[in-house]
C-alpha cells in the first residue's frame, strides 16, 4: 500500500530508524522535531531547528501581509483537489 505522506509527533520524529526506512522507500514524509533538534546542512554546517528558523525565516508571525498579499497583487489560484466519497461504513445496513 502506497500513502501520500507520513505524519508524525516529535516522539516519531526523533526516531532515525523510521526517518531512514521512510527516505529509503521514498515516501513523503512530515515529522515534528524539538527546537533542539539538529540539522547538517549540505555545507556540512550544524545547526538546530530554532537555529534554522533564526537564520532562514526572514518574515516573523504577524509581521504583516504576504508578499502576494500587497495592495495590487492578485491573490493566488489553488485548484481545488476534487474529493473522494467516504467509504461505505462495514456497519451499514446492520441495524
Known amino acids: ?16 530508524t523510521l526517518r531512514a526506512f521512510l527516505e529509503e522507500h521514498r515516501q513523503a514524509y512530515v515529522l515534528g522535531v524539538r527546537a533542539t533538534f539538529t540539522h547538517t546542512l549540505g555545507s556540512g554546517t550544524c545547526l538546530t ?9 526572514k518574515r516573523k ?24 466519497p467516504p467509504a461505505p461504513s462495514p456497519l451499514a445496513g446492520l441495524s
Open 49 to 57: 531547528c530554532e537555529q534554522v528558523v533564526a537564520k532562514h525565516l
Open 1 to 16: 500500500m502506497r500513502l501520500d505522506f507520513v505524519a508524525g509527533d516529535e516522539v516519531y520524529g526523533a526516531c532515525p
Open 61 to 84: 508571525r504577524g509581521s504583516g501581509p504576504l508578499p502576494h498579499m500587497a495592495a495590487g497583487q492578485p491573490k493566488p489560484h489553488f485548484p481545488r483537489r476534487a474529493r473522494r
